[in-house]
């Protein structure tokens, strides 16, 4: 089962910034918090990952609390391509398996 | 860089029919993922492979899935006999394996209906 909870759906104008929320109150010390997401009949794509620190690339930022109970994925600048669900995992990537355990996601709609 | 190639993209079989899918990974990737994305959740990992070798396969429904990665390249799966409740998306991921990378690069994914 995944560890995380994310909303169903949540909807951002076009040009705001977007903000995706994940709880993930069971996670362990050595599990990363990583970002995908999937556009409509394609398959998921990786954004981003981070251990405690915030993390910036460039497609978004990951904010994890200091407690690392819960994270924040920001898309500075939301388009309409960035229409997907987005997925919150977290995973030991130094121990044991390298499978990725997806829960239902949040369904970003950016609207026009 | 050529991403993860599969084929078909889509497949209607009727139940009990047989059926498999192809998964070509990025070259040099030396693990490879099959996960089974059924309408409106999440994809779940069927098996993965470490070169040809099976590192995970404990949620594949060994009745009736097998898979195989001959010469730790290109991939198939398999179903026989197929049922209704297999309609899903399958599909493929590759990651270059090394210091536990990060990325998984998806395929596609092709789509079954089983009727």
């Known amino acids: 089962d995944a560890k995380t909870t994310q909303p169903t759906s949540m909807d951002c104008a076009e040009g705001r910034a977007a903000n995706l929320p994940c709880n993930h109150s069971?996670?362990?010390?050595?599990?990363?918090v990583y970002w995908y997401r999937q556009i409509h009949s394609q398959g998921p794509q990786y954004i981003i990952h981070?251990?405690?620190n915030n993390e910036t690339n460039e497609m978004a930022s990951l904010i994890i609390t200091e407690d690392r109970k819960s994270s924040t994925l920001i898309l500075p600048h939301a388009t309409l391509r960035d229409t997907a669900v987005y997925y919150c995992?977290?995973?030991?990537?130094?121990?044991?398996?390298?499978?990725?355990?997806f829960g239902k996601g949040t369904k970003l709609t950016v609207n026009p | 860089e050529a991403g993860v190639a599969q084929s078909p993209r889509y497949k209607i079989i009727e139940k009990r029919q047989s059926v498999a899918f192809w998964c070509n990974p990025i070259?040099?990737?030396?693990?490879l993922y099959w996960y089974q994305q059924i309408l409106g959740q999440g994809p779940k990992l069927l098996i993965q492979?470490?070169?040809?070798?099976?590192?995970?396969d404990s949620q594949l429904p060994k009745d009736r899935f097998s898979a195989e990665r001959l010469k730790g390249v290109d991939s198939t799966l398999k179903i026989q006999p197929a049922k209704l409740e297999d309609s899903a998306v399958y599909l493929c991921?590759?990651?270059?394996?090394?210091?536990?990378?990060?990325?998984?690069?998806f395929g596609p994914g092709t789509r079954l209906t089983v009727t």
């Open positions: 070259s040099g990737h030396a693990t």
């Open positions: 991921a590759s990651s270059s394996g090394l210091q536990r990378s990060y990325e998984q690069y």
């Open positions: 995992i977290v995973r030991d990537p130094y121990g044991g398996s390298e499978k990725l355990v």
């Open positions: 981070g251990l405690k």
């Open positions: 492979f470490q070169n040809n070798g099976v590192v995970d």
């Open positions: 069971t996670i362990s010390g050595n599990e990363y």
